[in-house]
């Protein structure tokens, strides 16, 4: 096997003499040494789209550039017992084994970038069309204000992991090297970090043209010149240990002129701008990561009793994620319309959440309602559960859009590219959280209910269930609302201005709605067991409603309440000391147990609402199905 020495001597020799441009003798060492580019091609410079390739003709063949194996830069060129690529001379050959071989094709692309370790030529004509670092646009070489432009994304946080992980690996040869005596001088992280982003950018993998070894990035010049377009129609051609190349399928659709674009397989903006430098404005492909896990006690409970069988999973969902280590397989938050489908799942409501993150929010549901897995059927799951497992959902994803909110219409223009391609990943991913966010909202939207008696489940705030007490039981809800308006000053002349006002009050450490639940719910309770509950026209609704709560949550056989928490809100609690006391021992586990906040408008401002979920009677009320009808 000759060394690449010859190689570039040999094209050193054709035009080097005189002042050609680097394109040009790029080109001439590119065919010199077996590669072929077509005639119906050039390639081009400018600032916004860098070295490319473009048509000067019709192309009369789909084949844009082939590069032979013996061209390809990477670690193996350092390695002289392989005869599969030329060997190149380097003191970096000391290193095979003791440095990784990703790192080892960094410091070899430093070396020919810095002309270092005695051999000067080599791959000099293709280095020198390398873009230099200043042209680097990767978020690891984004500036403090372009970080700015990634705040609340995913990739501010994999970008500080990335440098730092460069970082470790910079550190570590550096200390191999020395310990071999060669000199690391050369080798600072900028440069590093440089040979790094090019070759994430650049390379590609070497499974398909060296496929008997494990899989390392390779070089492959010329071919790798071309730019990105989803929407390329390519074919990537490869001979095992011979050549690569690329092919146009569609090639008689090119025109004179037109630029010719590789397609670097569907990617989304985040991996092209970590790892190449740039977006693609409304990107077909584009998803929302999302990595979340159960805390490891509840995760470990879960399991002992059987919640990961395939069994056990509910509404119909693909199982297969629980073969699959969530530590490695990033998963995605899909919005409508998205090429690859949304995720199986017999609610539509959850069919944009990958199946791993709603099987978790069902089993925290189950664990927030108390209710034993083994009482649950994976594929009729009660009502109750579907909501709570829709509300924990919900209230991720809306956490979640807190962090990276929509932002105004954009500026036409930016300091910088860095700052244009962050903007655009970062306003899509919210784009697509926020749309989410907007699906299940208008679930919980459509099940808010708030005038008349429920002819269905629905959820109610305690606004609804005072009005429905003052019209079914008049006479305890006078002497409560009495008793609210001393302790909390409200003015309960309209019940739209006292739920915007109790959304906004605390009594020690929780809202006041919460309070205003008990007692309400404790009234009910006591009316519903007294013969006025049987003379109240209309009340069915919610009678109905506390014998579902009794067969949930059983009365207590004793009170555990301080009863002066009643005092001056329950008229005769003295008289019905032990009754009063004992409903509202229940009414305090009942609220709990199940009460839950919604964000509403309520006169033109968004507050938070205790709310709580409305069943008509005891039983199951379906699996779940009747909150998506009629959306």
Sequence with gaps: MPSLNQHSQESAQIGDSVDVSPVARLIRWFTANGGELSADVEIGFDASSGYHCRATRNLSSPVVAKCPLSLTLSHLNLDHTQSL???????????????????????????????????????????????????????????????QCLAGTNLARETAVKLDRLTEEWN??????ESLDINTNVFSFDW???????????????????????????????????????????????????????????????RPGDEVYNNYAPKQNDELLLGYGFCVADNPVEQFAIKMRLPPQIEEAARSM????????????????????????????????????????????FRAIPPRIVHMFFIQALMNLQIPPGNIQADSVPSRVVLETLLLTYEAIDNRSQTLPLAPKRQASFSNDKQKYATIYRDGQAKILHSIRAELKAVLDALRFHDGVPTRPVIISSTEALTRLSSDFPSRAEHLQSGL??????????WARYSAEIA?????QQPAELSVWKLVLCLFLISYEH???????????????????VEQTPLPTTATVDAEALEGFIRGWEQNRDQVERAYTWADEVVDKYAFPVVEEVEGEEVQRICMYLQLGPGDAGNGDWMFKGL
């Design 85 to 147: 690529v030329p060997h190149v001379e380097s003191p970096l050959a000391k290193c095979i084994g003791r440095i990784p071989n990703n790192v080892l094709t960094y410091l070899l692309l430093v070396e020919q970038r810095l002309r270092t370790g005695g051999s000067v030529l080599k791959w000099q004509p293709y280095v020198a069309c390398l873009p230099e670092p200043s042209a680097m646009t990767t978020p690891l070489w984004f500036g403090p204000e372009d970080m």
């Design 172 to 177: 570590q040869a550096n200390e191999v090297m």
């Design 192 to 254: 590093f970090r440089w040979a790094a982003t090019i070759i994430s950018s650049r390379a590609f993998i070497s499974t398909h043209i060296i496929p008997d070894k494990d899989t390392f990035p390779i070089l492959f010049p010329v071919v790798d010149i071309l730019n990105h377009s989803p929407t390329a129609k390519v074919e990537w051609d490869f001979h095992p240990f011979q050549d690569f190349t690329l092919k146009i399928l569609n090639h008689g659709d090119v």
């Design 306 to 349: 059987k919640m990961f069988e395939p069994v056990n999973v509910p509404f119909g969902m693909d199982t297969s994620f629980l073969a699959v280590d969530p530590n490695e397989e990033p998963e995605y938050l899909r919005p409508k319309g998205h090429p690859f489908g949304r995720y199986e799942n017999r609610l539509p409501f």
């Design 485 to 494: 308006a001393s302790q909390y000053g409200l003015d309960f002349s309209t």
């Design 504 to 508: 906004t009050l605390e009594t020690g």
């Design 531 to 549: 013969t006025e509950a049987a003379a109240s026209p209309g009340r069915q609704a919610y009678s109905d409603w506390i014998e579902y709560l």
